[in-house]
């Protein structure tokens, strides 16, 4: 900028202060230019990451544009399958093989480099070795062991790293892996069909179906995104459901898990699909029965808990070391009751159908309360119409603060 405490006449001095308050406002008018081109690539880096939303798990969902000295996009990619290519390796091999140059250039990408040696090499070296000559990210990697060893690495080698940028809808996209890295258990978002007066089945166990089709497919969606989606033994036996993905298209079944304490789910229940992985979180030993049901492919682990049920908060636990990032339970009443009552639930995911059904199951065997002060608060965070159902996602506040 101009220093203007040199000038020594009050002519020149003016002059040098409307140049210099022209060069500032260029400076901030370039700066904006900057942060608004900034903000546009990120949006489209953001939009990548959402293309992994069922292929990356247990990874991240991390997307990465890098944007050539010429301003145009050189390469763009995603996280693949675990065990394959993060988002920054992606766009350089996409730039690669279309032939367009990065060096100089910009890399747009939602999540800290990492800087580890897993199976494809730290994608720090590889961004360096690249010759872009600047990395803007979003967040740093929630593992409190690496976050910010990758910008450190890259600011070494000369590479210009800022960070913050996309931040919040980074980690909303990925709380579940945050979830995971921070609290070593999985984001559980518990989804519940019921009619307008919080009815989930009748009282003779009736529930399907309480919600329209759209409603139903949706749903789906949601248990795409998922990594496993549990339900309890109640469900297993009442309506012998297949709780797997088929109504749109995903990259992978996400595992099942069944909440049955005395080990009894039936050898021939719907839920024993060939690849997809089922544990069963048991209460009691059973030696002949957890051999018939790991002999029909599942794993089954005993956690007893209080009132011979299974410890609800173990498992969780349990599912954090499996690399269970986002859990999806669809489970009834009971489960349901017991899961909120432990404080285990992150979110609700709540289909609405206009209908009133009176006496039945609710939605949460809990309580009862005695003062209104006890009930547990939630935030809405979206409200929808699915086909004549209404949509609710609504969070436990403060859930969300790890
Ligand atoms: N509308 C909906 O959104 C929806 C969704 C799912 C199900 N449903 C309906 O819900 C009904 C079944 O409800 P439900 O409550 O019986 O089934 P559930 O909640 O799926 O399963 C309950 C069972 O889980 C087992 N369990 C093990 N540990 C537990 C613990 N710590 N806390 C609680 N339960 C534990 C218990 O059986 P053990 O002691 O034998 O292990 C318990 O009876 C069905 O009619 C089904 O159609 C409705």
């Known amino acids: 900028m101009t220093n203007v405490t040199s000038c020594p006449d009050p002519h020149s001095y003016r002059l040098a202060e409307k140049t210099c308050r022209l060069a500032s406002r260029c400076d901030v008018t370039i700066r904006f230019m900057q942060l608004s081109a900034d903000s546009d690539w990120m949006a489209q880096a953001l939009n990548e990451a959402r293309s992994a939303l069922t292929l990356a798990s247990p990874n991240p969902r991390v997307g990465c544009i890098i944007i ?19 988002a920054e390796v992606m766009a350089l091999r996409d730039a690669r093989e279309s032939g367009r140059a990065v060096v100089g250039g910009t890399a747009y990408v939602t999540l800290e480099p990492c800087s580890h040696h897993g199976r494809t090499g730290p994608c720090c070296d590889a961004l360096v070795q690249s010759g872009v000559a600047r990395v803007v990210a979003s967040i740093p990697d929630p593992n409190p062991l690496v976050s910010g060893q990758g910008f450190g690495r890259l600011r070494a080698a000369g590479v210009t790293a800022e960070v913050g940028l996309g931040a919040r809808e980074s980690r909303e996209l990925n ?6 890295m921070v609290r070593k258990i ?6 519940v069909a019921a009619s307008l007066d919080g009815v989930t089945a009748l009282q003779n166990g009736t529930s399907q179906w309480i919600t329209s089709p759209a409603a139903r497919k949706d749903g ?35 595992s099942l898990v069944v909440v049955d304490s005395a080990m009894s789910l039936p050898l021939d229940a719907s839920v024993f699909i060939a690849e997809r992985p089922l544990i069963i979180y048991a209460a009691v030993q059973n030696d002949a029965k957890q051999r018939a049901l790991e002999a029909r492919g599942a794993s089954v682990v005993v956690l007893p808990g209080p009132g011979g049920k299974v410890d609800l908060a173990a498992m969780l636990r349990d599912l954090g070391r499996r690399e269970i990032n986002e859990l999806h339970v669809e489970a009834g009443y009971k489960l349901n009751g017991s899961l909120v009552r432990e404080g285990l639930v992150d979110e609700l995911l709540v289909y609405l159908a206009p209908k009133l059904i009176g006496q039945g199951q609710g939605m949460l065997r809990w309580g009862p309360l005695t003062e209104l002060s006890q009930a547990l608060a939630l935030d809405i965070k979206s409200l929808d119409m699915v086909g004549p159902d209404v949509r609710l996602v609504a969070r436990f506040t403060g859930r969300d603060r790890f």
């Open 68 to 86: 050539g000295v010429d301003g145009r996009v050189s390469g763009r990619g995603y996280t693949q399958r675990a065990g394959g290519a993060h």
């Open 175 to 180: 709380l579940g892996f945050f979830s995971r």
């Open 220 to 254: 789906h969606v949601w248990r795409a995104r998922a990594c496993a989606v549990l339900t309890g033994i109640g469900t297993v036996l009442a309506d012998n459901p297949r709780l797997d993905v088929r109504e749109v298209a995903t990259d992978r079944q996400p």
């Open 186 to 191: 999985p984001w559980v978002r518990m989804k």
